[in-house]
């Protein structure tokens, strides 16, 4: 299972970077997040969670889409944190909003400070996934912890 941490840790990694270069996360970083997540459930063996994480990660897929058709939210932004949803459970659902919610609010407020001393910037935009990236990958740390210590 750590191996499974350690892939999701570089998924989310690489999006970061794209994120933060291009404001724009390919496709297949969700699909491949998608694929160790079925990995992960498949070697817990526990079909209830597994189906709860399906379940967290449609409803959330169903309003980052609707954010998404708004234009408050990137299309990648909504695949990724749909595809970290379902590799991190039903359970680690909220704190995951509640740690993606806080760190896109400093990430958001660095964004405008910085646009404040530039002059003539475009409207800048902001690399979402970095929030989604750097939550996901503090929950995945908390939740292999156990493995550092045995």
Known sequence: MFLVGVAATIVFAIA???????????????AVLAGVAVVKWAAIGEWGPALWALAAAAIVLLVTGFMFYQGWLGGGDVKLLTAAVLLLGAPDTPALLLGMALIGGVLSLAMLLWRATQAGMPKPTVPYGVAIAVASIAILALEWRGVWII
């Open 16 to 30: 970061c970077y794209q994120d933060i270069r291009h404001r724009s996360i390919p496709n297949t970083l969700p």
